[in-house]
């Protein structure tokens, strides 16, 4: 397949066609276009967390766990990507892996009433 699309243009012009891929529910080319942007910009985190999200949503899940250990490796209260991550980890069955992170998502976000 040609992925000179999913390459072309500026970080920006890619970060919104992603965007565009993932709002349209197209979650494997949005994936291909945010896997060549995290290996440009590995420090930012919206790409990474976008990228984990496409994963998450077309079953790659193991991909998508990968790219959210990333994450809570250098930002250990990122909310959202804790909950994803326990939300991945329960898609694969993981239920005793995934309850430390849904607990720390609940906390970080507030919710008391679920821990």
Known sequence: MDTTYYDHGTPAERWERAQLFFDAKD???AARVLGKLVEEVPEQT???LLLA???YHSAQLRRAESELH???ERDPVEQYARLLLGRTLQRQGRDE???????LASALAGDFEQL
Not at 97 to 103: C, G, V
């Open 53 to 55: 999200r496409a994963y």
């Open 70 to 72: 990333v994450i809570i």
């Open 27 to 29: 979650y494997a080319a």
């Open 46 to 48: 919206g790409p990474r």
């Open 97 to 103: 892996e995934a309850e430390p992170h849904m607990r």
